[in-house]
């Protein structure tokens, strides 16, 4: 079993910027580089909604549109860690962000958006994007 916890969430206003981290932890006999990862986010009446994925490569990473140019995800896989960074945030950024992974074994890459495609989620972390 995959544990993700997410943290640095908070209060910010628009413009301001925000570095979400996902620490992972759990299995042992398969390390960080072989899942994908991903953050997701939910805004209160809305559906969870894609952000961005990287890849056990590192190499491959995507980006909603509504988040590219503003946001970056990175992984360190020594330290068991996902981040997303987060810059010139705007209101509507505003949701419960979550950290996601899956196995490469079972992740289909075509559906990189999809919350289907994840088997591992945390809580959660908010982020609250205000004046």
């Known amino acids: 079993q995959v544990q993700l916890a997410e943290s640095g969430g908070g209060l910010v206003q628009p413009g301001g910027s925000l570095r979400l981290s996902c620490a992972v932890s759990?299995?042992?006999?398969?390390?960080?580089?072989?899942?994908?990862m991903a953050w997701f986010r939910q805004a209160p009446g809305k559906e969870r909604e894609f952000v961005a994925t990287i890849r056990w490569s590192a190499v491959n990473v995507f980006y909603a549109d509504s988040v590219k140019g503003r946001f970056t995800i990175s992984r360190d896989d020594a330290k068991n860690a996902v981040y997303l960074q987060m810059n010139s945030l705007k209101p509507e950024d505003t949701a419960a962000y979550y950290c996601a992974a899956n196995d490469r074994r079972t992740y289909y890459s075509p559906d990189y958006y999809s919350p289907q495609n994840y088997v591992y989620w945390g809580q959660g972390t908010q982020v609250t994007v205000s004046s």
């Open positions: 759990g299995r042992t006999d398969r390390t960080l580089s072989n899942y994908a």
